[in-house]
């Protein structure tokens, strides 16, 4: 074990995280033994009795400045250097003690540091690169009898300095003592977890759009929560706890809070706070850990501006695993009580919470399969909601996920009484939670798309949206309600209003791009295809919209090689057969055609009447709308907007087609 006199400590901001990472690493390279991992700050440590001692203890101290730490006016690296700073007043001038490292271009002027920093020799590694030299300084600079020959001098600004010549002497042990959690457990998490997210700022920057809007000051997104569990396996459980917590933070007024499918899209990237700011267009962004560890809970959580990362507020909750709804209470109240607002009373409702700590954990073990988004995984979250349910039959949560994921599989594998089996838990988790939104979401979209009571939707829907304004799946479910409707302005808007909630959701996008189009507004309806196509490159329904919009256009060449693009059999071979008939290739348009009917006469009879629409043979294009009905064919909720059937709205059997839907005509 490496004593702790031998020991060097490196200081840094978050956002510096990879070039103390490059330092660390070339540190090793040259033989060097160097502790840089969070797994070895143990549970039971006191994080910042720990911090002070390990200054109080090392060998060399090796603050990294930068424009970041300039540019911070708070930060716990701020304390560790004051307590290195008072420390040199008890070393001897001889000894080296402080070894400043730049990692840019910031003048010693501007650096705003500690009067000892400016007193010895700078060394700058642009970005934490480290040349060999640098290593056998610090080896040097560790070695029995070392002073600090070459550090006192000061150099003038951006000088490079010159390593002192290696003596010989036998490299020691080293370990870079980086720094514990402050308090309970944020600067552990600030440098190990989350400055991966803001180290840097990204190069790239996301495209203005026709309907982008300021910056709100009252704007967050929540982003997925890291497992810090000992066996790595609670990630369903972090992902979870990010999801409620969002949720809960969205019912509170005055707040814009993004949507899962936006904040989420950044698990897994190396994006910072500052470009994820700026894609999601939000002023703040929440972060955090979780580590669980049987009936033990530690969250720790971080506020940070999005504009620039800079630490708002942090804290660390260790509670049994019984407390985690007043962990989120706790987190939610702090969180709005730094952006100056009022988390709204019972914003939670009761019933979507059990005191049954297994129904809770089982109810988000359900979602997380559920977002899987394949039988397998619907399989298991069907399992997982059942589960939730027989060990609390009142909880409400687990029976809104089993109405959507029963519908899912159903359409997915035929089976008629998995949409049965949808509607008697949507229907139950309304009967549980009458004052609960995501009920009424879900009974609405089961009324939606399965039996075509527009009526019961829109009343599902709209008394959601009473409940939880800001839910923009209810926003965007109520926007294709609406749609279908025919009442497009109506639409649009709800669909506007989803997306400035869930921006990077494509599905959003792409419907919107379907409505503009119809409403003959192409040059809104490209902007928006085009950012459904940025955020989903191979998505069939973006392509889908985009082929729409040109044939729309009269753009039949460009529709032809845009349909061509969609890997989705269906949608390439009608879209094909459509703009090779507009082509004046009628050998193409009927090959095209009869290979869709050969293939998916059983499954897609709607896009066949689209198909015969566009090339103007309206008895065939009826056959294949009726057709389409027996089938319950989920394109017929378009047939008041589509574009494509434009030829038929003439025809009186359009009309009756219409009163057979109950749809307005």
């Known amino acids: 074990m490496v004593e702790p006199s031998r020991a060097v400590f490196l200081s840094y901001a978050s956002q510096d995280a990879e070039a103390a990472r490059r330092i660390c690493d070339a540190l090793r390279s040259g033989g060097i033994e160097v502790w840089f991992d969070l797994h070895g700050l143990r549970g039971g440590d006191a994080w910042d009795q720990r911090i002070r001692q390990q200054i109080h203890d090392c060998a060399l101290f090796i603050p990294l400045i930068s424009s970041n730490t300039a540019s911070r006016h708070e930060g716990y690296f701020r304390l560790e250097w004051d307590l290195a700073d008072q420390r040199t007043h008890m070393i001897a001038r001889n000894r080296a003690f402080i070894v400043p490292v730049c990692s840019d271009a910031t003048a010693d002027s501007g650096a705003d540091v500690p009067e000892s920093f400016l007193r010895v020799q700078w060394t700058r590694l642009p970005a934490g690169e480290t040349p060999p030299g640098f290593v056998q300084r610090i080896s040097t600079l560790l070695s029995p ?29 080293l370990i870079i003592a980086v720094s514990a959690l402050l308090g309970a457990g944020y600067f552990a998490l600030d440098k190990f977890v989350l400055s991966k997210r803001t180290s840097t700022l990204a190069s790239s920057s996301l495209r203005s759009d026709s309907i982008a809007t300021p910056v709100n000051e009252k704007s967050i997104a929540v982003l997925p929560f890291i497992d810090l569990s000992e066996k790595k396996d609670q990630e369903y459980f972090s992902d979870g706890l990010a999801e409620q917590l969002l949720d809960l933070l969205a019912k509170t007024p005055g707040l814009h809070v993004i949507a899962r499918t936006s904040s989420f899209s950044f698990k897994g990237k190396p994006d910072d706070i500052p470009t994820i700011g700026r894609k999601l267009n939000v002023a703040n962004i929440l972060e955090g850990s979780v580590r669980k ?48 607002l009022k988390l709204a009373p019972a914003t939670q409702s009761v019933a979507r919470r059990t005191s049954n700590v297994e129904a809770y954990n089982q109810y988000l073990l359900g979602r997380h399969s559920y977002n899987s988004e394949n039988l397998d995984g619907w399989r298991r979250a069907i399992e997982a909601f059942h589960k939730a349910i027989a060990l609390d039959p009142n909880y409400v949560a687990p029976y809104d996920g089993l109405a959507l994921v029963e519908y899912q599989l159903a359409g997915h594998t035929g089976d008629a009484a998995g949409n049965q089996r949808a509607q008697d838990a949507a229907a139950k988790a309304v009967d549980l939670g009458p004052d ?37 799946q209810f926003q965007l479910r109520y926007g294709e309600l609406l749609g279908t409707l025919g009442r497009l302005p109506e639409s649009i808007a709800a669909t506007r209003k989803g997306i400035e909630l869930d921006p990077l959701l494509a599905a959003g996008w792409e419907s919107l791009a379907q409505y503009l189009t119809f409403t003959r507004d192409f040059a809104a309806a490209q902007e928006v295809s085009r950012r459904a196509l940025e955020i989903s490159p ?7 919209a985009l082929g729409w919009l040109q044939l729309s256009e009269g753009k039949a060449q460009d529709a032809l090689a845009t349909f061509r693009k969609i890997d989705e059999v269906v949608f390439r071979l009608y879209g094909t057969s459509m703009a090779a008939h507009t082509l004046k290739d009628p050998n193409q348009s009927q090959q095209a055609l009869e290979e869709l009917i050969a293939k998916n006469a059983g499954d897609s009879a709607y896009q066949i009447a689209d198909v015969y629409a566009w090339r103007g043979e309206k008895d065939q294009a009826f056959l294949w709308l009726n057709r389409a009905y027996a089938q319950r064919d989920g394109g017929l909720t378009q047939v008041k907007f589509d574009p494509l059937l434009d030829s038929l709205r003439s025809d009186p059997r359009y009309t009756a087609f219409l009163r057979k839907m109950r749809l307005p005509e």
Not at 150 to 158: E, M, N
Not at 299 to 326: M, P
Not at 538 to 544: E, G, K, V
């Open 538 to 544: 191979q998505s069939t329904f973006a392509l889908n």
């Open 293 to 340: 560890s049987g009936a033990h809970l530690r969250v720790t959580t971080q506020l940070v501006g999005a504009s620039n990362g800079e630490h708002i507020w942090s804290e660390t909750y260790d509670r049994e695993l019984k407390d985690v709804f007043a962990v989120q209470d706790e987190i939610a109240a702090a969180v709005v009580g730094q952006l100056k």
């Open 436 to 472: 609960d939104p995501n009920g009424y979401s879900a009974r609405g979209y089961i009324r939606y798309v399965i039996n075509w009571d527009w009526g019961g939707a829109q009343s599902d829907f709209e008394k959601a949206i009473a409940l939880d304004p800001g839910d923009a």
């Open 145 to 173: 009898g070392a002073n600090s020959a070459g550090l006192v001098t000061r150099l003038p600004a951006g000088a490079p300095p010159s390593a002192p010549a290696l003596r010989g002497s036998k490299v020691a042990p």
